[in-house]
């Protein structure tokens, strides 16, 4: 075994579109780039094709199935993998897999393989049984945290020790979250066919899946709170039906049927980010590291997202952004009032931004604090 090239073998549910599936790919990209063998055993979806060309084998094992006896057959089946490919380490980034690692390493290959695994985010664990099937994603030799926020919390509620945690925050890809790609022209443009606005009017944006956690009604209640002002905000992304038809009637309730509008997915995230005056990250809920304020601020627009769990890492509190209470319509509003007060301090916060990112949120940090687990473990001194 060569330890300076391990050969990988990555476990994912599915490859449909998503943060963790996106994670795993660009994990593949970064593999293939240096050299080493790699391998996804999933369920398949559509961003297998982003793969296609590339050295990375698609293995058709539906790695996410939860009945216990699926569970067993599927580590079974990665045990044989990894036996014929001679793969040196396994690397779960959710739960169902991670039992499925865990058992392949234990049950058949007998200490022959390496287990990893990403925590990506803070699963309930209210009770025993949650937190014994979260629990999965804490039995390898490695774990790695997307946040300094999950690396506390799976050293407070599962009790893995310091030296076995590696911090990996979320990173973007700067060379595609890059302002200067997006011409003045194409900005404009941008604002006219999103909310029919001139270049002088504030416009707003909510770059997320709609969610409860993801807090579309709080933000809602907030824009209602500053109609006074002149704005229009954009709501990109599409989920859950329920939430949205409350969010549009909300919305209705209000009046504000003219100045919130929904665009749905958008494969041009970078450029609207490019053509938005302040962006949010309204959860109601801490989450692991969230992405979208690091790709608004990749893209020079500042962030107003709520004081919990990762974002208090991402957002520089009154240089990049505003960190506001959680599920606190008036405070948000608050902050809204702020940003919009002062365009020149916004525009300066938006730069700010993009060097904070550029700093500690690149996509390739990410990578190269991942790829050390691998290379931790293979030299039997797993964690940081």
């Known amino acids: ?197 001139a270049d002088d009017t504030p416009l707003l944006a909510m770059v997320s899946r709609v969610t409860t956690l993801k807090g579309h009604a709080v933000l809602v209640e907030a824009l209602a709170e500053v109609k006074d002002l002149p704005w229009r905000a954009i709501f990109v992304g599409t989920g859950n039906p329920s939430v949205i038809d409350d969010a549009k009637k909300r919305i209705a309730a209000h009046g504000l049927e003219d100045r919130i509008l929904w665009t749905g997915s958008r494969r041009d995230v970078p450029a609207i980010l490019a053509a938005t005056d302040l962006a949010f990250s309204a959860s109601i809920r801490p989450e692991a590291c969230p992405l979208t304020t690091i790709e608004a601020q990749a893209m020079e627009t500042p962030v107003i997202a709520t004081d919990h769990g990762g974002a208090r890492e991402t957002v520089v509190r009154g240089e990049s952004g505003w960190l506001v209470e959680p599920s606190n319509a008036m405070a948000l509003a608050g902050a809204i009032r702020e940003a919009l007060a002062d365009p020149a301090r916004l525009a300066a916060m938006g730069r700010r931004g993009r060097e904070h990112v550029l700093e500690n949120f690149t996509r390739q940090t990410m990578l190269t604090r991942e790829f050390s687990a691998y290379e931790r473990v293979l030299a039997g001194r797993p964690g940081a």
């Not at 060569?2 to 994990?27: F, H, I, S």
């Not at 049950?107 to 393989?113: A, I, P």
């Not at 302002?179 to 941008?190: C, F, G």
């Open 1 to 197: 075994m060569d330890k300076d090239t391990p050969r990988v073998l990555q476990l994912v549910p599915a490859l449909q579109e998503g943060g963790v599936e996106r994670c795993v790919v660009e994990m593949a990209h970064f593999l293939n780039a240096r050299g080493v063998a790699n391998w996804i055993a999933s369920g398949g979806g559509a961003m297998a094709a982003e793969l296609a060309g590339e050295a990375t084998t698609l293995v058709p094992i539906r790695v996410g199935a939860k009945n216990p006896f699926a569970i067993l057959a599927n580590a079974r089946a990665v045990a044989k993998l990894v036996e014929r490919e001679n793969i040196d380490v396994i690397h779960a980034v959710s739960r169902a897999p991670a039992w499925v690692g865990w058992l392949a390493c234990r049950l058949f290959l007998r200490g022959r393989c390496h287990f990893v695994t990403t925590v990506h985010g803070a699963h309930s664990h209210g009770n025993a049984v949650k937190r014994l099937y979260n629990s999965a994603m804490t039995r390898s030799e490695a774990v790695v945290a997307s946040s300094r926020f999950i690396a506390g919390h799976i050293s407070s509620v599962y009790g893995v020790p310091a030296e076995r945690i590696i911090v990996a925050q979320r990173g973007v890809d700067t060379a595609r979250f890059d302002p200067a790609l997006v011409s003045e022209e194409e900005r404009k443009a941008l604002r006219q066919e999103l909310a029919g606005i």
